[in-house]
T-cell receptor
């Protein structure tokens, strides 16, 4: 079965510092991986995806993620965090063997302190 | 980008009543929509896959008679919570792939969500 894991419930980082939000995956076949962000009482906004190609994927709002096949990871990164980046971040994998639904990780709350 | 609209954003109802939530694709046609449920401080759990013109596919453990899904057109799917009870209080979010190419390799677009509170 396809799954993703986000080992950290919360990540705290000072504004201006680099941030990393971790995600590991378990899939059969080639992974289709995604990162979404959720602000309070809002739906999810797409940040970036990895389907194929370069392992380093650049996305919205200065975020990027590195696909690492040997470590089965897809960590989200940003070189310099902003207070406005504080939100809930979800890693997801697309279950291409079952209706193409997205399967989400448990989410990581990012708190950026001024 | 593609827009998915949900209505209402907030709804409060009495226990035992039914509530309908609408999900519309505003600038594209969606043969498939996905309904998710999110409890406070938790992840999104897929409830069902809504298929235009046919029955929805429910995930294991989701009561199909409690959560009625209708996908009558290519731009509208509805979720009706029947005989709602306080434990049905949750944040419901719909989503869709905006096109065939996106269905193959793209991302899901999500509505803004509907918060249901059952008193």
């Amino acid at each position: 079965a396809q799954s993703v894991a986000q080992p950290e419930d919360q990540v705290n980082v000072a504004e201006g510092n680099p941030l990393t939000v971790k995600c590991t995956y378990s899939v059969s076949g080639n992974p289709y991986l995604f990162w979404y962000v959720q602000y309070p009482n809002r739906g999810l906004q797409f940040l970036l995806k990895y389907i194929t190609g370069d392992n380093l994927v650049k996305g919205s709002y200065g975020f990027e993620a590195e696909f690492n096949k040997s470590q089965t990871s897809f960590h989200l990164k940003k070189p310099s965090a902003l207070v406005s980046d504080s939100a809930l971040y979800f890693c997801a994998v697309r279950d291409i063997h079952n209706t193409d639904k997205l399967i989400f990780g448990t989410g990581t709350r990012l708190q950026v302190f001024p | 980008g593609a827009v998915v609209s949900q209505h209402p954003s907030w709804v409060i109802c009495k226990s035992g009543t039914s509530v309908k939530i609408e999900c519309r694709s505003l600038d594209f046609q969606a043969t498939t929509m996905f309904w998710y449920r999110q409890f406070p401080k938790q992840s999104l759990m897929l409830m069902a896959t809504s298929n235009e013109g046919s029955k929805a596919t429910y995930e294991q453990g989701v009561e199909k008679d409690k959560f009625l899904i209708n996908h009558a057109s290519l731009t509208l799917s509805t979720l009706t919570v029947t005989s709602a009870h306080p434990e049905d209080s949750s944040f419901y979010i719909c989503s869709a792939y905006p096109g065939l190419a996106d269905f193959n390799t793209g991302e899901l677009f999500f509505g803004e969500g509907s918060r249901l509170t059952v008193l």
